[in-house]
């Protein structure tokens, strides 16, 4: 008898909560994997994210292979787990990816909570010019990137919870899904 994981991938845009929610889900359900989308190299990707999007972010252009083979290598070891957790930000969007997700949630933080909690995470030791920059790249040029997730992954994934609610609350509304979906 063949042992299958349940593979659950949490999206939303950078700040967003992804890397926390996955953590704090991981803690709560049993038997897990964990996979941090910003732990892989991905050789074969758009270096310019703002060029990427303003010519029509084309998910397909992203060769996640490396996170491919980790999701395979998992799937065929001895010990399969019962769930393995993508922080991930694409949802379904990915040819290659989307085969292997049972469950994509969407995080739905407000753009502005989300640069927040970037430069509070970011710039923990950095001086007043790093921040002014960073905030000057993200009105100029970074905000279209924030908007394309609201606007194409957002809509592409199976549940979409607010980003607003404490991380617990979040956690128990997933776990809540899925235990509904018999997950």
Do not use: C
């Amino acid at each position: 008898m063949s042992i299958k994981s349940t593979i659950i991938s949490i999206a939303a845009v950078s700040g967003g909560g992804k890397t926390t929610i996955t953590k704090k889900l991981s803690l709560v359900l049993e038997d897990t994997k964990e996979l941090f989308f910003d732990d892989y190299d991905f050789k074969k990707a758009p270096d310019d994210i703002v060029q990427w999007v303003d010519q029509g972010a084309d998910y397909n252009l992203w060769n996640l292979e490396p996170l491919v083979s980790e999701i395979e290598k998992i799937k065929s070891s001895r010990e399969v787990p019962t769930y393995i957790l993508l922080d991930y930000p694409f949802s379904y969007r990915n040819d290659n990816m989307k085969k292997y997700i049972d469950l994509s949630i969407y995080i739905d933080t407000p753009l502005d909570v989300a640069m927040a909690r970037r430069i509070l995470r970011d710039h923990t030791k950095s001086n007043i010019n790093d921040v002014r920059n960073e905030v000057k790249f993200y009105l100029q040029y970074g905000r279209v990137a924030y908007l394309e997730m609201k606007n194409s992954i957002k809509p592409n994934s199976d549940i979409v919870i607010d980003g607003t609610l404490p991380p617990d609350k979040i956690v128990e509304l997933i776990i809540k899904e899925i235990r509904d979906r018999g997950l």
